[in-house]
């Protein structure tokens, strides 16, 4: 293939897989900041976890919400529980690999919290497990994901990216971070 057709493939690809996404999901983005918001204003917290490049992405939200997206604000309380190396090996290897973020939101996630799953492939152990403890201890919880049954059923909110290809699905759920991010700014500028 040549480079100018790979180019015209990707771009084609990523524009599909985001206007779909957006018109299927647009809504839910809002809903989704808008409990953010809700946890923030009480003191809570927005926790965001994921393997891999969706490691990445939570990193990469969590210091859009805590330093700025958009606009000079008060930081805001969001972590990334794939991000301390220290709790995460030690969940790993004293307990299992499968707990590494449902052990920390254990820890860390109170009643009125936020969790937010990104997962490519929907189907991490991991990512599932965590979303399982957020339920249990009473945490609002969102996946941004790929198409896959059992994470859509644990998730509060599912936003599912219309695609099978995984560059597709990172490249959209960047987007779709960085839309929350402007909206949750939107709203606490609102008041």
Do not use: Y
């Not at 644990?154 to 995984?166: F, G, I, K, R």
């Amino acid at each position: 293939m040549r480079f100018d057709e790979i180019l015209e493939e990707v771009r084609q690809g990523h524009h599909r897989a985001v206007d779909a996404f957006l018109e299927r999901h647009g809504r839910d983005l809002d809903v989704l900041a808008s409990w953010c918001v809700e946890s923030l204003r009480r003191g809570g917290k927005v926790l965001f976890f994921g393997n891999g490049g969706s490691a990445a992405h939570a990193q990469h939200l969590a210091s859009e919400l805590v330093n700025r997206f958009d606009r000079d604000r008060g930081a805001l309380a969001a972590l990334a529980l794939a991000a301390d190396v220290s709790v995460l090996t030690s969940i790993a290897n004293d307990t299992a690999f499968e707990r590494i973020f449902a052990r920390q939101i254990e820890a860390l996630g109170h009643k009125g919290d936020v969790a937010v799953a990104i997962s490519a492939s929907g189907q991490s152990r991991n990512v599932l497990e965590g979303l399982r403890a957020a339920r249990s201890a009473g945490l609002r919880s969102a996946a941004i994901t790929g198409e896959a049954p059992e994470i859509a059923t644990l998730a509060d909110l599912a936003l599912v990216v219309p695609s099978t290809e995984v560059a597709r699905i990172q490249e959209v759920q960047l987007v779709a971070g960085h839309v929350l991010c402007r909206r949750v700014e939107d709203l606490l500028e609102e008041g």
